[in-house]
Every structure is written in structure tokens, then in C-alpha cells.
């Protein structure tokens, strides 16, 4: 492998070629924020894109929702899984569509993306057992903690692959392999994407923190957004565990017993939070078929 220490600004330089996300995505979170806005507000705002009206629609009726009778209208999408599971899946929609790969790929897009989803429907999971305030933006933050490494594909293709060649001949995960070759880590490169696209501060946590299990590595953050870090840590690891997509290596690391204490997850809740995800991860292949295109 390569020398790296000129892809840092390459890759930094070039990240400004990525789309950005669409006006849509902000003008919610502004409407969401309100206390005063209602229904029709988002009603509204949604109107202006039909698209993303659609396919908001077709992921509030697949079986990871499960509503009763479907839904027909966005006003009864809403009434169901609320205004900030629309938002959310507005914004991880947006966030995949601008990240994607139009020409033919050697990364295997979908199974990364197969462990993105994953790892979001293990995050809300999770999050639901552990009762925190709003679940639906721990998917979010769960599906979009590796937007690093799709990043680094899209502008410097041939060093995302050398890493994931390199961590597959030495059993080694790429975050281990970026830090013994020097190469730009995919946390700082997610994390100056979404710093660049206004990302919320949770996602923003979670894109720079997810490997990392010791809060006081992460001594900028709340204890709400160390919450919130665990979870996604977690999730991830599970889903490694679990073998489920792909998203660079196949490294599986144990779960320290640290970050299950703060959760105060022991080994009998630990093992009905993975029978829940693995339920809830069998819808994964149709809403990633949904949210993906």
C-alpha cells in the first residue's frame, strides 16, 4: 500500500465535489424544531417534492413499520410514526441518494449499505429497550455512522480498496488499518462531510466516535451524546457479530463490559435486545430496496 500522507488533503479537497444534500432535509428539521408547527406544515414542505413524498410513503408502509391497514396519505404516515420518524427518514434517504456510486463498483455498495441498515434497525432497537427520548434518530445516526468510507470511495476509490484488501489479508478491522498505515480515517472523513452538510450533533457524535468504547476518548460530548455514541457502538458491533452485510471487514470484537454496565444491559437483557434486532433486521432487504432507490 501506498504511502498516505498526501490523501489527507486530497480526500479533505476533494469531499466539496459531493453533493450536497437537498433543501428539503433543512427546511423540516427547522418546521420540526417548532413546537408550533403542525401536520400541515410538513404537509407542506413535503408537497414541494413528490419523490420523496413517495418513497417516505412506501417506507411508512413496509413491514418494518407494520401499520395497520398502510397508509395512503402523508397526514396518516405522520399520525403514525410521528414527525420526527418522517424527518429522519427524509434525511437518511437524502444522505444515501447523495452518496451513491453511478458508475460500476468494486466496493459492494450493497451489502455495505445492507450493514448500514442494519446497524440503524439495531440502533433503534436498542434505543427503544434502553428508553431513550427518540429512538427514530438513533436509525439515523446508525445508518449514516460509516458515510466516511463511502465518502473516501467516491473521491479516492483506489485507497478505500487497498484498505479493505489489506484488512482482509491481516484479520484487521479498516479502522485499524487506517491508523497503522497513516491513511485518513473514515471517522474524520464522515465527520467532516457532515459537519459540511449540517448533520444534527448526534449524528455528528456517532460519524467521529463509533469506534471508539471509552467515553474519555470522547471528552467534547454530553452525556446525552455519550448515550447516544454507545448505542450506535453497540449496534455495530452486534451486526459484525451477526455477519450481516458488509461494510469493509470482517473483524468481529467482543462487546466491553463497560459499555453494556452504562446501558445496564446484562447477559439475559443483552440477549432479548439481539432476538429483538434480529426480528426487526429481517425487514432490512425491503426497506434498504425502498430508501436506497
Do not use: C
Not at 459484525?240 to 466491553?256: I, Q, R, Y
Amino acid at each position: 500500500m501506498r504511502a498516505a500522507a498526501a490523501f489527507d488533503i486530497q480526500i479533505y479537497d476533494r469531499l466539496d465535489e459531493l453533493p450536497t444534500l437537498p433543501a428539503i432535509v433543512y427546511e423540516l428539521s427547522k418546521v420540526i424544531s417548532d413546537p408550533m408547527s403542525s401536520t400541515r406544515d410538513i404537509e407542506n414542505i413535503m408537497a414541494n417534492d413528490q419523490s420523496m413524498t413517495t418513497k417516505v410513503l412506501k417506507l411508512a408502509n413496509s413491514a418494518y413499520y407494520a401499520i395497520p391497514g398502510g397508509v395512503s396519505s402523508l397526514q396518516r404516515a405522520i399520525a403514525y410514526i410521528g414527525y420526527d420518524a418522517i424527518h429522519q427518514l427524509v434525511l437518511s434517504a437524502s444522505i444515501i441518494e447523495a452518496l451513491a456510486v453511478k458508475a460500476p463498483s468494486n466496493f459492494d455498495l450493497n451489502q455495505f449499505w445492507k450493514h448500514a441498515v442494519g446497524v440503524g434497525m439495531a440502533s433503534e432497537t436498542i434505543a427503544r429497550f434502553v428508553h431513550y427520548k427518540t429512538p427514530s434518530d438513533l436509525f439515523t445516526a446508525g445508518l449514516v455512522h460509516d458515510i466516511g468510507k463511502v465518502a473516501t470511495y467516491l473521491v479516492a476509490p483506489d485507497l478505500l480498496l487497498q484498505a479493505i484488501q489489506r484488512a482482509a489479508e491481516k484479520g484487521l478491522s479498516l479502522y485499524e488499518v487506517e491508523g497503522e498505515f497513516g491513511l485518513p480515517r473514515h471517522t474524520q472523513v464522515g465527520n467532516l462531510l457532515a459537519s459540511r452538510w449540517n448533520l444534527p450533533s448526534q449524528i455528528r457524535a456517532v460519524v467521529l466516535h463509533h469506534h471508539q468504547a471509552d467515553p474519555q476518548d470522547r471528552p467534547a460530548l454530553s452525556s446525552e451524546l455519550n448515550n447516544v455514541v454507545d448505542i450506535v457502538y453497540l449496534a455495530n458491533l452486534l451486526m459484525h457479530a451477526l455477519k450481516f452485510g458488509h461494510s469493509g471487514h470482517e473483524k468481529v470484537l467482543g462487546v466491553p463490559q463497560k459499555v453494556l454496565d452504562r446501558m445496564y444491559l446484562d447477559s439475559e437483557k443483552l440477549k432479548v435486545v439481539i432476538e429483538n434486532i434480529k426480528v426487526a433486521i429481517t425487514n432490512a432487504d425491503g426497506f434498504l430496496k425502498i430508501i436506497g432507490g
